[in-house]
């Protein structure tokens, strides 16, 4: 994408969504640092619902300390993961109780020594908790910046530097979360809906489904090639 169509895609979601937020509940920095460290391989509609409960009994790091892994598990037992990030969310919170009086730091350096915490989670709660412009590339953004031409790359890193150096002000802040909520509702992985697609006209993907209940072009077929001995997988 252009530099001028780059910043006529953030104009016209800018104009539809002007206050774009996450769709995750919080009451306060802190639970929003649990609220996406659990939304990790889970939906922020799964996560709402374990933790509507969980954030009324639990608002600081030292409450949930109090309530311990087990008593935390019960709260999250719905939600994918829950045993590792039961253990994750206790021990950053006890991280944070003895290394940063109780306070969620606003410094990604910080933010990944967390347990549980990655680049991408550090990157949400600067930019949601602290206006920070930072791109958390998750799987919405990954996919909507490749499609689009926008800031193309094989890893979640290259695509956010890519945005780094692309995204133009006054969008910026806004931007993860226009994005986020594009390829979320319209820019689908199965079948993007582009017959309804805003900015359709400025995307350079070229399998573009216009038509309401089309499918999108058929991906070729590899070429025939000979059977091969199986390897085991390597590990992750």
Known sequence: ?????????????????????????????????????????????????????????????????????????????????????????????????????????????ALVELPGVGRKTANVVLNCAFGAETFAVDTHIFRVANRTGMAKGKTPLAVEKGLEKKVPHPFRVGSHHWMILHGRYICKARTPECWRCPVVDLCDFKAKVLEKGAKPAAAKKPAARKAAVRKPAAKA
Not at 28 to 40: G, I, R
């Open 1 to 109: 994408m252009k530099k001028d169509d780059i910043f006529e895609f953030f104009r016209r979601l800018a104009e539809l969504n002007p206050d774009p937020v996450t769709e995750l509940e919080f009451g306060n920095v802190y639970q929003l640092l649990v609220a996406v460290t659990l939304s990790a391989q889970s939906t922020d509609v799964g996560v709402n619902k374990a933790t509507r409960r969980l954030f009324q009994e639990v608002k600081t790091p030292a409450e949930m300390v109090a309530l311990g892994e087990e008593g935390l598990k019960e709260h999250i037992k719905t939600i994918g993961l829950f045993n590792s990030k039961a253990k994750n969310v206790i021990a950053l919170s006890q991280m944070l109780v003895e290394r940063h009086g109780g306070e969620v730091p606003a410094d990604r350096d």
